[in-house]
């Protein structure tokens, strides 16, 4: 079993950027992401990256938003920038054991492991 841990999250002013982090405590080989959960909604999808670099966005965060990671320190970043209120969300490191060619990985349930998530709050 794989653990995530996030970090990272904040108050910050529209306009602004916040930095994400997600550290795995082993290694997995599939794609990693982020999904976010605002109060009263449904988890959504943020931004996905293989292995490989390879990455997807969601389209309410592309341009403004940035996925990377580090295969060797098994950690995922999210850079967001250009924030806007309607980003504030609690934010989730997922993580993929392998990767499986039939899934996007834009879906919760294509997803092994998951952290316990960041606070990310823009204000006006």
């Known amino acids: 079993q794989v653990q995530l841990v996030e970090s990272g999250g904040g108050l910050v002013q529209a306009g602004g950027s916040l930095r994400l982090s997600c550290v795995g405590s082993?290694?997995?080989?599939?794609?990693m992401g982020w999904f976010r959960q605002a109060p009263g909604k449904e988890r959504e999808f943020v931004a996905a990256?293989?292995?490989?670099?390879?990455?997807n966005y969601a389209a309410s965060v592309k341009g403004r938003f940035t996925i990377s990671r580090d295969n060797a320190k098994n950690t995922v970043y999210l850079q967001m920038n250009s924030l806007k209120p309607e980003d504030t969300s609690v934010y989730y490191c997922?993580?993929?054991?392998?990767?499986?060619?039939?899934?996007?990985?834009?879906?919760?349930?294509?997803?092994?492991?998951w952290g316990q998530g960041t606070q990310v709050t823009v204000s006006s």
């Open positions: 997922t993580a993929a054991r392998l990767y499986n060619s039939r899934f996007d990985y834009m879906r919760e349930s294509e997803y092994d492991y």
């Open positions: 990256v293989q292995w490989s670099g390879s990455s």
């Open positions: 082993g290694r997995t080989y599939g794609p």
